[in-house]
């Protein structure tokens, strides 16, 4: 596949005409071709207007006709071949089996939400029999289901060039629950997102679904696009991944409209790892190998990095840390995503060591000078300074952590109760600890999404049951995921249908059931 550099509006291609934009290789500092320009606002109102008027068709689509676009969708990015993977790599100095797992966690994802589509149970089909004779009040023939909110806007994330950009999980959850979408492409994954952009165009032509079901625009740099998308009146609802500063003007954006709109935000997270005394007196060396590794994993640029290490002093603890100093200086400095991340994890690292409560442990191998590469670097601090520091509970991004000494059982748990939102937390431990973790769980329930026993949080596995989300600043709303089949909630609302006509009803809510989907009649659930 050819690219050209040009933005995606509906079935058109279409050359940008502000400024001049090119990928730039991190692994060699390199420009790419082609050369991109970014579009402007009449460029957001044209793929708008066409995903309003596409709203209505496509949410009507069959359950089986957006489920076979959805994989068709998948398998056209599959089908790219090394054209996807080798762009992916040059764009983001990722490794090919990096890539190549996000390709499939990518395609894998898109199944999944077609899946869900066909099966239909998103929908939450719910009858409420009528009751005439009931004293003293009838009750109405009352039915309910989900529908779409409407079109989507999904911003493109840095760390995730395929499985959080423009067919990611944002994009394949709200076309599966039937919002068109409008994609802006990440400045740093330009052709990975033409490519993937223009297989999406190509599986909404193929499924003769309305050309504005998919647009994806360029923004130029100073965030015109980018603002006027979440400030446009068809969007409905924006999908997130990125910086909490970032996340917190998009939420503000939305917030502040004339009809506000949900911004779905996941913006940062230090992801604790509690050190209980029998996990480390069982198995100190093997859980500070295991922490580095996946501290270090991906240059430490997983939303999911354990940043923050806690446990009791002790000789144990001291066995930890001894672990875990060697296993960072075996660590060799890896290429980052792109310049600016590379900045701000050199600023990050830098503020830490010239921070008087900290000290440096050790740190990997250094970097050539010229390298756009993350040095593994450990620090480390008493609880008393972590306690009155609120700084140290802000994501360094990229493979740097804090390990946290607490003199008393009493210091760690205010520890967990000092910290903030978080996507997940993790507890090492064995029998013995069970008293202690039992203290911990609730209040680790209050503070993340995901909380994980004896395991690294990094690898987040796509399912039924994954929860990617949590208290703020973790995400701009707790009660989703942004990964994993309940993402789909995030783009449906409920309606009630009260005594109406067979012939006007939805299709879940009839009383034969033609689509065949799992309902709760009168509060019991019944399957097909």
Known sequence: MQLTGEMLIGARAVPGMVGKLRAINPSTGAEMEPAFSGGSVSDVDAACALAAAAFNTYRATSLEQRAQFLEAIAQGIVDLGDVLVERVMAESGLPRPR??????????????????????????????????????????????????????AVFGASNFPLAFSVAGGDTASALAAGCPVVAKAHPSHLGTSELVGRVIQKAVADSGLPEGVFSLLIDSGNNE??????????????????????????????????????????????????LLPGALKQRAEAIAQGFIDSLTMGTGQFCTKPGIVIGLASPDFDRFRTAAQSAIEAKAATTMLNTGIHRAYCHGTDEWSKDSGLQALSSGAAPAPEATAGQP?????????????????????????????????????????????????????????????????????????????NGFPTGVEVSYAMVHGGPSPATSDSRVTSVGAMAIERFLRPVCYQDFPASLLPESLQDANPLQVWRLVDGKLQQP
Do not use: W
């Open 99 to 152: 890539v190549e797992g996000e390709r499939a966690r990518t395609a894998g994802q898109l199944r999944l939400f077609a899946s869900l589509a066909r099966e239909g149970r998103f929908l939450s089909a719910t009858l409420d029999t009528p009751l005439p004779e009931r004293k003293p009040l009838p009750r109405a023939d009352l039915r309910a289901q989900k529908i779409p909110l409407g079109p989507v």
């Open 225 to 274: 696009v980018g603002t006027a998308l979440v400030q446009h009146p068809a969007i409905q609802a924006v999908g997130f991944t990125g910086s909490r500063r970032v996340g917190r003007i998009l939420v503000a954006l939305g917030a502040g409209r004339e009809v506000p709109i949900p911004v779905y935000a996941e913006m940062s997270s230090i992801n604790p790892v509690f």
């Open 377 to 453: 670097k450990f620090f480390s601090t008493k609880a008393s300074y972590f306690l009155q520091s609120p700084h140290l509970l802000e994501e360094v991004f990229g493979p740097a952590g804090l390990l946290i000494e607490c003199s008393s059982t009493d210091e760690l748990v205010a520890v967990a109760n000092h910290l903030n939102g978080q996507l997940t937390a993790t507890l090492h431990l064995e029998a013995a600890d069970t008293a202690l973790a039992r203290t911990l769980v609730p209040i680790l329930e209050r503070k993340a999404g995901r909380i994980l026993v």
